[in-house]
């Protein structure tokens, strides 16, 4: 239980900047704890968040991911937000889209696109990172995915932008989150229409198309607005979290260069190296769970109804789980592992973010091995943490 010395606020700037010595207190001194107003309980070590994201009976998505945004059984959030069996139905339509074999067949695509971008970069020159590449890369990858008019792209990362960006210490969404939350469910719309007057091979065709059973055991397919939160689902994790991964992965490598070295000898340490990445600043932070029964741990009970921050980011640097966790290690094996969630929950497009990673760290360790971070900025967000600004020095 909390005894008072520890302290977590999500919405708080000095938290969000630098939140590891935060978690680590949560872990060692409140390994249960109660958000000072009620509003939720946390849990921050590895095996507590390991053992929650795979309750799914006890530890319910149904209200959503995010307690100051409910949802309802996937009207807002779509899948992120649904419990079995609804959630297990709607997902199998986009399972086959997204399965390793089948990203692997898209890499061609993904590495013209990193490749295209990388082309227009020149050693001896200062970029920000977020602007130059790994903002657009994964707005290009699931664009195309979508079948996404490119002029378009740049718009709908920015609404997206704004959609989850926070004010310091405000419980709730901003006005300019909500305007954008509307603008993009305008935009996708009237996407979702031309493709049900002319469906092509893209994944909102597939999406507005699919049948599954319901349960009745009946074929049907998505409602319209089932289809609209599914697509801007889609069109909005596969280019957030990536974006943020590939900024903070290049800013861990940066300041672990020894490792960064050693990935330049030896490119085959590259995938190990994402992963590593992933745990060592998680992109998504935390996700949000809501109980179904009390439930029992350190001490303390968590009443059926009430909220829990699952973090992410703390379980990923509990030195239970992980050796020396504020090490990056690029050859770091892995046992167990929740940056992308897991099991029911876990992230649809981990692949896909994986493989765009890679090749950026692929075309920075043959074309700029000598580059250096400097500046960044950050935007306080909901859930994702990255780098809205990311100088580098290529060279």
């Keep these: 239980m909390h005894d008072g010395s ?11 900047d630098d939140p590891y010595p935060v978690y680590k207190s949560l872990r060692d001194e409140a390994p249960l704890y109660r958000d000072p107003s009620a509003r939720w309980w946390v849990l921050s070590r590895f095996d507590d968040v390991w053992s929650a994201v795979r309750d799914y009976a006890t530890f319910s998505s ?21 419990d079995p069996p609804r959630h297990d139905r709607v997902r199998s339509i986009l399972n086959r889209s997204f399965t390793p074999d089948r990203v692997a ?19 001896g020159t200062r970029v920000d990172a977020m602007t130059a590449f790994a903002g657009p890369i994964p707005s290009d990858v699931i664009g195309a995915l979508l079948d996404l008019p490119a002029a378009d792209r740049p ?20 006005r300019a989150a909500i305007d954008a939350s509307r603008k993009i469910s305008e935009y996708i719309s009237g996407i979702i229409e031309e493709r049900r007057a002319r ?22 397919r998505l409602d319209d607005h089932d289809v609209l939160m599914f697509c801007n689902l889609l069109s909005a994790a596969g280019s957030e979290t990536t974006q943020k991964l590939i900024g903070n992965a290049l800013a861990a490598l940066s300041e672990h260069r020894d490792e960064w070295r ?17 745990r060592y600043d998680t992109p998504s932070h935390y996700i949000a769970r809501t109980t179904t029964r009390d439930v029992a741990l350190h001490g303390g009970v968590i009443p059926a109804g009430d909220w829990v921050l699952l973090l992410l980011g703390a379980a990923n640097r509990d030195d239970r789980e992980y050796p020396d966790p504020d090490a990056f290690r690029a050859d770091r094996e892995f046992d167990r592992s929740v940056f992308f969630g897991w099991g029911r929950h876990v992230c649809l497009g981990q692949w896909l973010a994986r493989l765009e990673t890679q090749i950026v760290l692929e075309m920075m360790a043959t074309r700029f091995p000598d580059f250096e971070a400097g500046e960044r900025t950050r935007i306080l967000t909901s859930t994702v943490r ?3 600004r990311l100088e580098l020095e290529l060279r």
């Design 199 to 220: 469906p092509g091979s893209d994944l909102i065709s597939t999406v507005l198309h699919a049948e599954y059973r319901d349960e009745h055991g009946e074929v049907t």
């Design 386 to 388: 990255g780098f809205d």
């Design 262 to 278: 050693r990935i330049v000898a030896d490119p085959s340490l590259i995938p190990t190296a994402v992963d590593e990445a992933l």
């Design 155 to 174: 718009y709908l990362r920015e609404l997206w932008d704004l959609y989850l960006a926070r004010e310091e210490g405000v419980f709730g969404l901003p």
């Design 62 to 82: 149904r209200l959503g991911p995010d307690p100051a945004n409910l949802d309802d059984n996937g009207r807002k959030y779509s899948i992120i937000s649904m």
């Design 6 to 16: 520890a302290f977590y606020d999500p919405y708080s700037r000095e938290v969000f």
């Design 105 to 123: 067949a898209q890499e061609r695509q993904v590495r013209e696109i990193v490749e295209g971008y990388f082309d227009r970069l020149e050693p």
